[in-house]
């Protein structure tokens, strides 16, 4: 297998992301979140366009981002829901993940979930 | 009086002690940040509490009382509410469930914390209903079952209320009247 893992980590194109991790468990029918930072640094790019929605109930802003990383990145699990990136300041959450681990990396596009 | 989310996992808590399903087995439904789902190998109710239409939660009764250590005149208002709880009921054992849970929120011992915050189950429930659906390519067992309950609410204000007032009277002949107000309640 060809390793192209390192591209995504060059400074050309590297930015830095908080990855939110959850490992929360349910508390009376409710689930609890119980979640741990950490920071990436590794290419970030536009999936879709940042779009703004116009609705009766104000502005919204939506949009996806392409997050590149060299560790696993997770869409919802039994021990856990699905990271929440925070790049340039904005939440997005993974809807999901292209798993090229093989090659050195994933590939998780994750959908704005601050709504302005 | 319970909150919309106090209801839910209350009825959580009962669904389970019916059903034997354990925690985390019993769930309510729209959480914010999103929950796992279970396997098709999994049984699994959520819960969701809604509100439905009715002529008994027109009527608003309005009504004072004093609240004397604090000084204050409090106004309540009073009403029904229907609440209509939708149990969403999963895996190979939801129509067993769905009955017994029908059959069991009968028992007075069961609802008796709700009824300590004066939410009252209607006892006529409706029949469940089973409609399995698809996930994942395979066909999963689905049954709705809606409990009905009545709840009283209160909201309470503070209301402004005169304490005293000066009042003179003047006679057509110009002479000043004293007048004395007398507080009608007894005095401790």
């Not at chain 1, 560790?71 to 919802?76: D, E, P, S």
């Not at chain 2, 009504?63 to 208002?77: A, G, T």
């Not at chain 2, 009545?150 to 003179?168: C, G, H, L, P």
Request: glycine fraction near 6%; avoid cysteine.
């Amino acid at each position: 297998m060809i390793d192209v893992s390192e591209i995504i980590e060059d400074p050309d194109f590297a930015s830095d992301y908080t990855v939110t991790r959850d490992a929360g468990e349910y508390v009376k029918g409710v689930w609890v979140p119980d979640t741990t930072d950490f920071n990436i640094t590794s290419a970030v790019v536009p999936y879709s366009p940042q779009q703004a929605e116009y609705t009766e109930n104000g502005d919204f802003i939506t949009g996806e981002m392409a997050f590149y990383s060299k560790q696993v990145l997770y869409t919802t699990r039994e021990d856990g829901i699905s990271d929440v990136l925070t790049y340039e300041g904005v939440k997005y959450k993974i809807s999901h993940v292209k798993l090229w681990g093989k090659f050195g990396y994933y590939k998780a596009i994750a959908m704005r979930i601050s709504t302005i | 009086m319970m909150t919309r989310i106090e209801f839910e996992q209350e009825l959580v808590t009962i669904i389970q002690g019916i059903t034997g399903l354990a925690d985390g087995f019993v769930r309510v439904g729209y959480q914010l940040q999103g929950q796992p789902t279970f396997k098709t190998t999994e049984n699994v109710i959520l819960v969701a509490v809604t509100l439905f239409d009715s002529d008994y939660d027109k009527p608003i009764e309005k009504s004072y009382k004093e609240d004397v250590e604090n000084d204050v005149l409090i106004e309540s208002r009073k009403m029904t509410v229907g609440y209509q709880a939708r149990l969403t009921i999963y895996g190979s054992s939801s129509v067993d469930n769905a009955l017994k849970i029908k059959a069991m929120v009968q028992d007075n011992s069961i609802m008796k914390n709700l009824r300590a915050n004066e939410i009252f189950l209607i006892s006529s429930t409706p029949s469940p209903q089973r409609v399995p659906i698809l996930l994942n390519q395979q066909w999963y067992e689905q049954v709705t079952l809606d409990l009905r309950f009545y709840a009283k609410v209160v909201y309470n204000k503070e209301r402004n209320y005169i304490e005293s007032v000066e009042v003179t009277i003047v006679t057509d002949t110009g002479e000043e009247l004293e007048v004395a107000i007398v507080d009608p309640r007894p005095t401790t």
